[in-house]
């Protein structure tokens, strides 16, 4: 699976920015899908995950209410919608793909994205 990450950008506080991650190769169904990200001098975190068949999604703490991920199979696309930005949100924020189930630790993803950095703004 390759997966291209898009969509970062810098925006104000209080600001929605979507982004988008497409997958090419294998049965991209077959993935549970999360978002991590990594803000300079940090570890990088979970963010938010999917299930294979979008049913189940996971949010960390930091993110639930203002956040939001889903997934489009027939365009082998998933998506995180950022809405109520904060400056703490300032990240590269990354795409990842792990067969079946998701995992909140980024070592037991099988697949990344390049990354996009989101930049907010006070």
């Known amino acids: 699976v390759q997966l291209q990450a898009s969509g970062g950008g810098l925006v104000q506080a209080g600001d929605s920015l979507r982004l988008s991650c497409a997958a090419t190769g294998r049965t991209f169904s077959s993935y549970a899908m999360a978002w991590f990200r990594q803000a300079p001098g940090e570890e990088r975190e979970f963010v938010a995950a999917?299930?294979?068949?979008?049913?189940?999604?996971y949010y960390a703490d930091s993110v639930k209410g203002r956040f939001a991920i889903s997934r489009d199979n027939a365009k082998n696309t998933v998506y995180l919608e950022m809405n109520s930005l904060k400056p703490e949100d300032t990240a590269v924020y990354y795409c990842?793909?792990?067969?079946?189930?998701?995992?909140?630790?980024?070592?037991?993803?099988?697949?990344w994205g390049q990354g996009t950095l989101v930049t907010v703004s006070s």
């Open positions: 999917i299930h294979w068949d979008g049913v189940g999604t």
């Open positions: 990842a793909a792990r067969y079946f189930t998701y995992s909140l630790y980024p070592q037991d993803y099988d697949y």
